[in-house]
């Protein structure tokens, strides 16, 4: 992506001081998110109890509606394999030719390959959720991605007298979503999900008791 977003006048120093606080403004959502996580968690359980009565949906159905699984055969790996790989060639092309039109759509296609690979990588015992991980935080994530390389290919070249924090506007909204993106809604899914729903201690204990059986069967 070529961004020729360029100040005629204005303090280095105060723009790196501004680009270093906008750097760090996703760290600090991102904290403050995930400490908000763990008060809940440490929320006293009578009072949990209470708050989900309230709910009209019981924590069993949407216990099952989270665990709703879709079977992912072998061949259906294959395929996101291939066309993972595809992409790959599809992105090098893009970069050699370095046309701002195609390096949109090679944004695009990283997007979906990093689709690709949280799929692949959540699958479990060949099945992965419907609503987590797929829908959330893997498609959201990619939704966010899409957003953001959009706002950054709509507004790229354009002349501005506004900056935000010593950036342009739509690099600064561009890279914000990029990292919510990538930062705040990967990890709060992962902290929120993981032990839960991808990888239960049941599940990564019978993992390792058969490395256990395996390493013992060659012995």
């Not at 060949?126 to 507004?155: D, E, N, Q, R, S």
């Not at 600064?172 to 709060?188: A, E, N, P």
């Amino acid at each position: 992506m070529y961004w020729r977003w360029s100040r005629n006048s204005c303090c280095h120093r105060e723009v790196k001081i501004k680009s270093t606080l906008f750097c760090a403004f996703p760290f600090l959502i991102n904290s403050i998110f995930y400490v908000a996580f763990l008060c809940i968690n440490s929320c006293p359980q009578n009072i949990i109890n209470e708050a989900t009565e309230i709910s009209t949906i019981s924590n069993t159905q949407l216990k099952n509606r989270r665990h709703k699984m879709i079977p992912i055969k072998d061949k259906t790996k294959d395929i996101l394999n291939v066309f993972g790989a595809l992409l790959w060639v599809f992105l090098v092309v893009v970069s050699w030719i370095g046309s701002p039109d195609l390096g949109y759509i090679g944004l695009l296609a990283a997007a979906l390959l990093c689709v690709i690979y949280f799929i692949l990588g959540t699958i479990v015992k060949g099945k992965i959720g419907g609503i987590v991980p797929l829908i959330y935080p893997i498609l959201i994530m990619a939704l966010l991605w899409i957003i953001a390389f959009t706002i950054a290919y709509t507004t790229r070249g354009q002349a501005t007298d506004t900056w935000i924090l010593g950036l342009h506007p739509g690099q600064f909204w561009s890279l914000l979503l990029y990292w919510i993106g990538t930062l705040l809604t990967s990890v709060l899914g992962y902290a929120l999900y993981f032990d839960k729903y991808i990888l239960p201690d049941e599940n990564w204990q019978a993992f390792l008791n058969e490395v256990k059986q395996a390493k013992n069967k060659r012995e």
